[in-house]
C-alpha cells in the first residue's frame, strides 16, 4: 500500500516543458483576476489543477516550476501544495485514476469491501497503475460528499451511492470505453431522501 502518486517522477518521465494551451492561459489568467493582487498564492491550487488535467492527471517539476513564474511566487509555495493535497499526482497515473474514500462515512456505508473487490477486478493494489495504463488507484480521506457515501472519484468525477454491483457494472463500463453516468448511481437525485 502507499501513493507512490505523490513521489516526484524519475527524471526520464519529466518532460522538457510545460506551458498552458491557449485556452488554459486564457483561464488561468481570468483565475487570478479573481483575487487581490497581494494575494496570488490563492490561485496556486486552481492553477494546478488546471495543469494536472492539460497533461494527462499528473504535475510534472515543470509545470511546478511554470505555475511559480506565472504567479511569481517561490517555487517553495507551489511545491508545498502540490505535496500536500492528495488530489495532485507527482507521478503518472492511469488513463482513469480511481481515488476512493475510506473514511467513516464511507467504511460505514462498505467501502473497504468495494477497496478489497476493486483490487481483485483490476489486479492492483493502491499506489499501483495497471499494465496496460487504463486505471490506477489511490485511497483517500473524505471527498467532501459523504452524504452520497460510499464514493469515489474518478479523474474529476464523483461516482456516489455505490454498492458492489454498481461499481462492478462502472469499472466494466470504464474498461469497456462506454459511457457512464457521474454523481449517485443508486435511484436518487443528488442527496434527495432515498424513495
Ligand atoms: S467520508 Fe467519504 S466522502 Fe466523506
Given at each position: 500500500?502507499?501513493?507512490n502518486?505523490k513521489?516526484i ?10 506551458s ?5 492561459l ?12 497581494n ?5 496556486i ?6 495543469a494536472?488535467?492539460q497533461?494527462?492527471?499528473w504535475?510534472?517539476k ?6 511559480s ?8 509555495k507551489?511545491l ?5 493535497y492528495?488530489m495532485?499526482?507527482?507521478?503518472p ?7 476512493i ?10 467501502s473497504?469491501n468495494l477497496?478489497?473487490?476493486?483490487k481483485?477486478w ?15 488507484l ?7 460528499a459523504?452524504v452520497?457515501?460510499p ?9 456516489e451511492?455505490?454498492?458492489l454491483?454498481s461499481?462492478?457494472?462502472l ?10 453516468k ?14
Open positions: 500500500m502507499g501513493n502518486f513521489k517522477a524519475n527524471e526520464e518521465l519529466q518532460p522538457d516543458n510545460f498552458f494551451s491557449n485556452e488554459n486564457l483561464k488561468a489568467k481570468d483565475i487570478v483576476k479573481m483575487y487581490p493582487k494575494y496570488r498564492e490563492s490561485s491550487m486552481p492553477l494546478l489543477s488546471m494536472q488535467s497533461n494527462d492527471g504535475l510534472p515543470k509545470a511546478i516550476e511554470y505555475v513564474k506565472f504567479l511569481n511566487v517561490p517555487e517553495m507551489v508545498e501544495i502540490a505535496t500536500f492528495s495532485y499526482n507527482l507521478s497515473v492511469g488513463k482513469h485514476h480511481i481515488e474514500c475510506t473514511t467513516s462515512p464511507c467504511m460505514l456505508r462498505g473497504d477497496l478489497e473487490k476493486l481483485n483490476i489486479g492492483i493494489n493502491t499506489g499501483e497503475i495497471t499494465d496496460d495504463n487504463k486505471f490506477s489511490n485511497r483517500v480521506e473524505c471527498l467532501g459523504c452520497n457515501a464514493v469515489v472519484k474518478i479523474n474529476e468525477n464523483y461516482y451511492d455505490l454498492d454491483q461499481f462492478e457494472e469499472i466494466n463500463k470504464l474498461s469497456n470505453n462506454k459511457n457512464v457521474m454523481g449517485p448511481q443508486s435511484s436518487r437525485k443528488g442527496s434527495e431522501p432515498k424513495k
